[in-house]
């Protein structure tokens, strides 16, 4: 059987110490036992003790399934920026978006003979809500529009594919719609998008409102999701489908010691 290559699961943690405590242990243990594969946690420049914290996981980054990053400077989450880094900083041939929120699970089996059989695909880690057709539109539409089980930016693919996309797109006001307008940009390039359901608990489920805590605009989800949506869509009819072009590296460091742009 052909190796897939190396996997890198991209988190991202801004004042989410009270979640990571919760999925890091159990992630990088899934990792660990699966082998040739990694976690890269970027701190978002957190202040909820986050980088003393991870202190305790010193054998995890000297053996490589950790990459720790930590942004200092920015007052605010910005989800694109913050993914980018992860993902910029990571090893992997595939990069995988996992959520502060999300275990892993026994998934990396499964997304690596999906990848075996297909190598050039997008793998959508969501699960949706068996229940959907029996809830009100009411629910559907205001409440919890997802109706899945907290995974919906559970994304992989393989990282030539993100470079080619620019990756997520940095123009997205904060924390909504960056991982569909990334799907939709990918399948509009010509990647075909497989989705895989979880077992088990997938996620630490979060508020509308938790999620916009820390971006610092005036806009609730719903009115930032709008707005996103338009912008993604006015790209993906212009065929511009390549995100961020310009972008200039940010400042980090990695793993405690070493000052590195991304």
Not at 18 to 31: A, E
Not at 252 to 260: D, R, S
Request: glycine share 6%; proline share 5%.
């Amino acid at each position: 059987m052909r190796s897939t290559g190396k996997i890198s699961y991209c988190t991202t943690c801004k004042n989410r110490l009270w979640q990571l405590s919760d999925t890091l242990p159990d992630n990088l243990r899934r990792v660990t036992e699966a082998g040739n594969s990694e976690i890269v946690l970027v701190n978002y420049n957190s202040d909820d003790e986050l980088n003393t914290w991870v202190r305790q996981f010193q054998s995890h980054i000297e053996d490589g399934t950790l990459r720790y990053v930590h942004e200092q400077t920015e007052p605010y989450f910005h989800a694109s920026k913050a993914k980018n880094l992860a993902h910029l900083a990571a090893t992997g041939r595939y990069l995988v978006n996992l959520d502060a929120d999300n275990y892993i699970g026994d998934t990396i089996p499964t997304w690596r003979a999906l990848w075996e059989e297909q190598p050039d695909t997008l793998i959508h880690g969501f699960s949706p809500d068996k229940n959907r057709k029996q809830r009100s539109e009411e629910e559907l539409v205001r409440v919890r529009p997802d109706s899945g089980n907290g995974t919906y930016g559970r994304i992989g693919l393989p990282r030539t594919r993100f470079a080619a996309l620019g990756g997520y797109d940095e123009q997205l006001l904060p924390s909504v719609h960056e991982d569909q307008d990334l799907m939709d940009r990918a399948a509009a390039d010509g990647l075909s998008v497989v989705r895989t359901p979880q077992p088990g608990p997938a996620a630490i489920r979060n508020s509308h409102r938790e999620t916009m805590r820390y971006s610092g605009i005036p806009l609730d989800w719903w009115d930032a999701r709008e707005l996103n949506k338009e912008r993604s869509a006015e790209n993906i009819r212009l065929g511009r489908l390549t995100a961020n072009p310009g972008r200039s590296p940010v400042k980090v460091m990695l793993n405690f010691t070493e000052e590195t742009e991304l």
